[in-house]
C-alpha cells in the first residue's frame, strides 16, 4: 500500500509540475509599433503597470493590487534593459503572454494571461514593438507580498494544469464580424472576464459562470454582472455601453468610479467607437 501511494502521489506531482504551453507563435512577424500603442490601452496595461498616486512614471510598476493570496505589484514594462523588460526577446514576451512564464519562471496568474493567450499573433509582436519604444524607468517595481505556501513559484504550474489552457481566439461563423470582435476584447486583450466574474478557492474564474459578476471581490475589486439581462434591465444598449465605456456615465447618468474608472480613464475612452460597440453588442447578444 505504501508503495502505490507513492507511486499516486509521485504520479500526481508529475502531471501537476509538468509544462503547460500552447501552440507555437510565429515570432517572424514585424511589429506595428502604433498599433501597438494602441493595443497597450485595449489591454489596459497603463491602468495596471502605473501607480500613478506614488508618482511612478508610466508603465514603471503598478500599484499593489490585494487578493486573497497576497499583494501583487505590476512590474515595470518599460524598455529599461534591467528594471524593465527592454532586455527580453519576442519569444520571451511571447511566453510570458501566451503560457504565463517569464524568464525567471512561471508568472502569478494575477496577470492576466489566461485573456492574453487569445490575443493573435500580429497583436503580441505589435504590442511587444510598443513596449520597447516606451521610454525607460530605471526604478524596479516592489516585489510581490505572498505567504507561504503561495510564494513558491512551482505551484503555479499545478494551478495552470488545473484552470489553464493556452489558446489562440477562433472566431465562431455564425455570429457576425462585429459581435466576434466584441468576444475577443471581452474574453481576450480586454480581460473582462477577469474581474467581472465569480473564482474559486484557488482564485480561478469559475466555469459557467463568466461574466455573472464577482460581488466577493477579486482581481479588479468587487465587480458587477456584465450579462445581457442585467445590462438590459439597467437600460443599456449598445449605444449607451459605447458611451459608458467612454465618459463613464451610465444610463440614469451615474458615474462608473473606482477600478472601472481607471479602466475607463486610461483605457477604454482611448478605444475606437467600432470596437466600444463591438463590445456592448457581444454582451447584450447582438450581432
Avoid at 123 to 134: E, G, P, T
Avoid at 161 to 174: C, G, H
Avoid at 205 to 216: F, I, R, S
Wanted: hydrophobic share 40%.
Amino acid at each position: 500500500m505504501l508503495l502505490v501511494a507513492v507511486l499516486l502521489g509521485a504520479g500526481i506531482a508529475v502531471y501537476m509540475l509538468k509544462p503547460v504551453q500552447g501552440a507555437a507563435r510565429d515570432l517572424a512577424l514585424t511589429g506595428d509599433v502604433t498599433r501597438g500603442q494602441y493595443l497597450l490601452r485595449l489591454g489596459d496595461c497603463i491602468t495596471c503597470h502605473t501607480d500613478k498616486k506614488n508618482g511612478i512614471a508610466e508603465l514603471g510598476g503598478g500599484p499593489g493590487l490585494v487578493t486573497p493570496f497576497g499583494t501583487f505589484y505590476a512590474p515595470n514594462i518599460t524598455s529599461d534593459p534591467k528594471a524593465g523588460i527592454g532586455g527580453w526577446t519576442l519569444a520571451q514576451f511571447s511566453k510570458a503572454i501566451s503560457d504565463g512564464e517569464g524568464p525567471a519562471g512561471h508568472l502569478y496568474p494575477a496577470f492576466p494571461y489566461e485573456n492574453y493567450t487569445l490575443m493573435s499573433d500580429q497583436d503580441v509582436a505589435d504590442l511587444y514593438a510598443a513596449l520597447q519604444q516606451v521610454p525607460p524607468v530605471r526604478t524596479s517595481a516592489k516585489p510581490h507580498e505572498v505567504a507561504f505556501p503561495f510564494d513558491m513559484r512551482p505551484l503555479v504550474a499545478g494551478w495552470k494544469n488545473l484552470f489553464f489552457t493556452p489558446r489562440r481566439y477562433e472566431a465562431d461563423a455564425s455570429h457576425s464580424e462585429r459581435w466576434n470582435r466584441g468576444r475577443y476584447l471581452v474574453e481576450g486583450p480586454g480581460h473582462c472576464v477577469m474581474c467581472h466574474s465569480p473564482r474559486n478557492l484557488l482564485g480561478a474564474v469559475e466555469k459557467g459562470k463568466e461574466l455573472t459578476g464577482n460581488p466577493a471581490g477579486g482581481t479588479g475589486g468587487r465587480a458587477p454582472a456584465l450579462t445581457a439581462e442585467r445590462l438590459k434591465t439597467e437600460g443599456y444598449d449598445v449605444a449607451s455601453i459605447a458611451s459608458a465605456l467612454s465618459d463613464g456615465f451610465t444610463p440614469e447618468f451615474n458615474v462608473l468610479g473606482s477600478a472601472m474608472g481607471e479602466v475607463i480613464a486610461d483605457g477604454t475612452s482611448f478605444w475606437t467607437e467600432a470596437d466600444r460597440e463591438a463590445v456592448g453588442a457581444y454582451l447584450l447578444g447582438e450581432e
